[in-house]
């Protein structure tokens, strides 16, 4: 269900701010919003402490990235096997899992203290990272003289050879390779010039030109027109013996960059301290930005926020005890107000909420879909893979996972949807008699051998399905005191479709009054439709007319809709003929071989038959969740769901890797979800002046 919000008001002294800010993020129920304008208050800005926050964020995320990105890079070291796997230290099951932290808040609100510690950690991250930045520039630098003296690598002649004397002009440099021929023509005809062609590359040729002063002007601009460009190196070694000492250069500045990867690994030992003070002031951060939005006076400021309505009292109990003082009160939200959406069901249907908040999040006061979607979830999920041996390696690896990384703070949904596929799997891979792709003792049918039989089933759940969404639609509509919708425009449908199915019955049993009560069902459904297409069309009587007869038109979207059904037998089959076909290959090795031999084909078909069945249940339970959710959103959703909402996020509950242990966990649980009376439904100005 969705639970009913309330507004709340507060009012304090400007001194105690931070402290009641403090109070709430460790209460966890009071989503803070932007405070509405009121008279003789202002906003005063915070910008300069989120600056600071988002400032030692940034550094705390390039230290989870840097070290990440360096422990990768040993990753690939070991790999190329340039280091030893050791020099990787092994992390701990906490690090890998998605587990949470538990904390107390009094531990959580020291960790501030700590970041002394954290800045030396950070600043020689830092230092390590300008280091490789600076390997990395020397070794571009290194590469690119490279590239241009390997034109000149064919010279056996040190550059600072090339000297110009006293009566002559000597040079070396480069020529596009397209106007060589025109130089060497210049050369040829002008005396007293030597062209000497050391090296050809893709697009330049490297020359040396040797011409007497008394023609220097002309061989000059002749050489300027064909584009010769003189080289600059002044090296007393030659261009090979340069470009090996680069390599070397190069390859010593990679190892100090594998070196300083080496190093960085060891700080794996911070991550926990890392996570910490993340979650530390990316709280600090909320608070700050529900700060900028808070109005002030010159002592006191007006705070409001959503909470639930259940947890009011709860919250009132809470502000009693702390000392601070305070006026509160809450109000229903106004019809301009749009309230976040809390939806609040049991442990398995909460599970389930990760899938219609993956399409979009209920709006405040809609239908809860949730609990139909766990239902409808369940068993389609366990049709599509249809084997009871899949299900469970499904469940019991979704065990095994839940179990090692103990999530918190509602984590771990995914899995534990994936368990409970698991088990509809098992459930249903019973009833087909499936196991591994071999069929024993279905309680129904098997699918593969009565293929039919699992398309009737399946386009049977599919009018279930839609049915049960024109039904909660229906009931929307009842609710909002729109009787004409809910009984021509939806129950109408129930009338037709009930008839057609009597009709269908008709075609298998020879019954008199079946065939009766079907063309009575057909007739009254036909005429309510009808109706339902014609009323509310105006007073012109051909548009009622021509309203009544177009909703006839979405019979045939209704059975396309149904048809959307047989994704779910074509994934089931599937599942069950690849394991099948898996099954005959591992046969068939073992057939290659004598009897006395048999155990050799076992020997490599078991890991034939382990791979191919472990990739066939990862590739079937992306299909299934993936099938299942279209059928969710597109054929159910479509029949009521409107969405659009935004989920309920109190302050102090979006962490990330620390979970808090409050104090109250069973007087919460105990609190109900319920309609609350408003307890003032407006704050005075006089309140707040008398506060101030």
Request: charged share 25%; hydrophobic share 45%; net charge neutral.
């Amino acid at each position: 269900m969705i639970a009913d919000m309330k507004k709340l008001v507060l009012v304090g002294y400007n001194d105690e701010k931070g402290d009641m800010l403090k109070l709430i993020s460790r209460l966890k129920i009071v989503e803070v919003c932007k405070t509405s304008e009121l008279d003789d208050t202002a906003v005063v800005s915070v910008q300069h402490k989120i600056d600071d926050i988002v400032s030692r964020l940034a550094r705390i995320n390039f230290a989870f990235g840097f070290i990440n990105q360096k422990r990768n890079d040993v990753k690939t070291l070991i790999k190329a096997k340039a280091c030893d796997k050791k020099a990787l230290p092994k992390r701990p099951i906490a690090l890998i899992t998605p587990s949470k932290t538990v904390m107390g808040f009094d531990e959580f609100d020291k960790a501030c203290e700590r970041y002394p510690e954290l800045d030396k950690i950070i600043k020689e991250l830092e230092s390590f990272n300008d280091e490789i930045l600076e390997c990395k520039n020397s070794i571009t630098r290194l590469k690119n003289q490279n590239e241009q003296l390997s034109v000149y690598s064919g010279l056996d002649i040190p550059f600072d050879k090339f000297k110009s004397t006293e009566t002559t002009t000597v040079k070396l440099g480069l020529v596009p390779v397209v106007n060589m021929t025109q130089l060497e023509e210049v050369f040829n005809i002008y005396p007293l010039t030597y062209l000497f062609k050391l090296h050809q590359s893709l697009k330049n040729f490297a020359v040396a030109v040797i011409y007497h002063n008394d023609c220097k002007a002309e061989t000059e601009n002749k050489l300027s027109e064909l584009e010769f460009s003189e080289s600059l190196f002044d090296y007393d070694k030659t261009a090979s013996q340069i470009i090996k000492e680069n390599d070397d250069k190069i390859a010593e500045l990679k190892k100090r960059i594998d070196d300083i990867a080496l190093s960085v690994v060891k700080y794996d030992e911070y991550l926990p301290l890392l996570k910490l003070l993340s979650d530390y002031y990316n709280l600090e951060l909320k608070k700050a930005e529900a700060d900028s939005g808070i109005r002030e006076t010159s002592k006191a400021y007006v705070l409001e926020g959503w909470i639930p309505a259940a947890f009011t009292e709860f919250f009132d109990s809470k502000l009693e005890k702390s000392n601070l003082l305070y006026d509160v009160s809450y109000r229903d939200p106004k019809e301009d107000e749009i309230p976040p959406t809390w939806c609040v069901n049991n442990g398995l249907v909460s599970k389930y909420e990760t899938v219609t908040n993956m399409y979009t999040a209920p709006k405040y006061k809609e239908v809860d879909p949730n609990p139909f979607v766990t239902v409808f979830f369940f068993i389609i999920f366990g049709m599509m893979m249809s084997d009871a041996g899949y299900g469970l390696i499904m469940a019991l690896a979704s065990a095994i996972v839940l179990k090692l990384s103990k999530p918190k703070d509602g984590d771990g949904k995914l899995i534990f949807i994936i368990l409970m596929g698991g088990i509809s799997t098992i459930a249903w891979g019973i009833v087909f008699g499936g196991y591994f792709g071999l069929t024993f003792y279905p309680l129904w049918f098997a699918p593969l051998d009565e293929p039919v039989s699992m398309l009737i089933l399946s386009l049977a759940l599919g009018i279930i399905h839609i049915l049960t969404g024109m039904g909660i639609n229906a009931y929307v509509a009842f609710r909002n005191k729109d009787y004409i919708e809910a009984v021509f425009g939806i129950l109408s449908w129930y009338v037709l479709f009930l008839g057609i199915g009597l009709f269908a019955l008709t075609l298998l049993f020879n019954n008199f009054a079946l065939k009766i009560s079907s063309y009575v069902f057909l007739a009254l459904g036909a005429v309510m439709v009808f109706l339902g297409g014609a009323l509310g069309k105006g007073k012109s009587f051909l548009k009622r007319i021509m309203g009544g007869l177009k909703k006839y038109y979405d019979i045939i979207g209704y059975f396309s809709d149904i048809l959307s059904y047989c994704r779910i037998f074509g994934l089931g089959l599937a599942t069950g003929a690849i394991a099948m076909v898996v099954n005959t290959i591992a046969e068939i090795i073992i057939g290659m071989f004598p009897q006395n031999l048999a155990f050799i084909g076992v020997i490599i078909s078991i890991p034939i038959l382990v791979l191919f069945h472990l990739f066939n249940i990862a590739i079937n339970v992306l299909g299934a969740y993936i099938h299942n959710c279209r059928l969710q959103y597109i054929e159910f959703f479509s029949r009521f769901y409107t969405g659009g909402g935004r989920l309920f996020y109190p302050l102090g509950t979006r962490t990330k890797y620390i979970s808090f242990a409050p104090e109250d966990t069973e007087e919460r649980k105990n609190i109900k979800v319920k309609n609350r009376k408003d307890k003032n439904n407006s704050l005075s100005e006089q309140n707040i002046s008398a506060v101030s």
